[in-house]
């Protein structure tokens, strides 16, 4: 399974502290039967440049690397799920016109994880989360779309999965028994179409994988999480 929002990179942003609890948390996410992990630490263009966030998370990318060689060496055991290079674009306006914003997507892949803020949406963000989505090589994702969506009108989330905008949620949102019944529903309505565990840390903000495909696979069955695992292979394999 793909998990499709984390923190697992050490020093980014508020995730992972060390490599040492990157490589714990990639541990914990490969025995919850995930195998290839998004990393999307936070991009605020208020704080640095693209080429500067790039430049970091490339670092952070080979430290960890190279540390995940040393284990591997000591305990014979490489079982790390694979890591595609990502990023959380924090929404500001005219975002758009950000230079370089491509060089944001996942991996070599058209995806762009978008994170937008949890209030209502004026028309402005709205005609420009469409038209960042019509720009050409852009499959947008818009990441835990729980958090903002309960602040749009129906007719505005009628308007984004029109322009054929991929909705991320969060592991939490499958395991909270609030928020349950929500999730599953939305997940078989189509309305949901990637799950991440946007994993922080391995304390307070623990990936919740597992419990995720657990309950999933208990509602609508095994073939289900399959069917999820190769639809997301497939937005990955335009790499
Ligand atoms: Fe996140």
């Given at each position: 399974?793909i998990?499709?929002?984390?923190h697992?990179?050490?020093g980014?942003?508020?995730?992972?502290?060390?490599?040492a609890?990157?490589v714990?948390?990639?541990?914990?996410?490969?025995?919850q039967?995930v195998?290839t992990?998004?990393a999307?630490?936070?991009?605020?263009?208020?704080?640095e440049?693209?080429?500067?966030?790039l430049?970091?998370?490339e670092?952070?990318?080979q430290?960890?690397?190279?540390?995940v060689?040393?284990?591997?060496?000591?305990?014979?055991?490489?079982?790390?799920?694979?890591?595609?290079?990502g990023?959380e674009?924090?929404?500001y306006?005219?975002?758009?016109r950000?230079?370089?914003?491509?060089?944001?997507?996942?991996g070599?892949?058209?995806?762009l994880?978008?994170?937008?803020p949890?209030?209502?949406?004026?028309?402005?963000?709205?005609r420009?989360?469409?038209?960042i989505?019509?720009?050409r090589?852009?499959?947008?994702?818009?990441?835990?779309?729980?958090?903002?969506f309960?602040?749009?009108s129906?007719?505005?989330?009628e308007?984004?999965?029109?322009s054929?905008?991929?909705?991320?949620s969060?592991?939490?949102?499958?395991?909270?028994?609030?928020t349950?019944s929500?999730?599953l529903?939305?997940?078989?309505d189509?309305?949901?179409?990637?799950?991440?565990?946007d994993c922080?840390?391995t304390?307070?903000?623990?990936?919740?994988?597992?419990?995720?495909?657990?309950?999933?696979?208990?509602?609508?069955?095994?073939?289900?999480?399959?069917?999820?695992?190769?639809?997301?292979q497939?937005?990955?394999?335009?790499?």
């Amino acid at each position: 399974m793909i998990d499709w929002h984390s923190h697992v990179l050490s020093g980014m942003d508020d995730g992972s502290k060390s490599v040492a609890e990157s490589v714990q948390l990639l541990k914990e996410l490969r025995a919850q039967g995930v195998d290839t992990v998004i990393a999307t630490p936070h991009y605020y263009a208020d704080d640095e440049s693209v080429e500067s966030f790039l430049q970091r998370r490339e670092e952070s990318y080979q430290s960890l690397c190279a540390q995940v060689e040393d284990l591997s060496k000591i305990s014979g055991n490489g079982d790390l799920p694979k890591i595609v290079l990502g990023t959380e674009v924090c929404y500001y306006p005219a975002i758009r016109r950000l230079e370089r914003l491509l060089d944001l997507r996942i991996g070599q892949s058209d995806l762009l994880l978008l994170e937008m803020p949890s209030r209502k949406w004026s028309e402005y963000t709205l005609r420009e989360i469409e038209e960042i989505s019509e720009i050409r090589g852009v499959t947008l994702i818009l990441a835990h779309i729980e958090r903002s969506f309960p602040f749009q009108s129906p007719k505005t989330l009628e308007r984004l999965y029109e322009s054929r905008i991929l909705m991320q949620s969060n592991a939490g949102f499958f395991t909270a028994l609030g928020t349950r019944s929500k999730a599953l529903r939305l997940l078989r309505d189509g309305k949901v179409h990637l799950i991440g565990s946007d994993c922080h840390n391995t304390t307070s903000r623990p990936p919740r994988m597992e419990k995720a495909f657990h309950v999933i696979s208990k509602k609508f069955g095994e073939h289900f999480i399959t069917q999820m695992n190769e639809f997301g292979q497939t937005l990955l394999v335009k790499e």
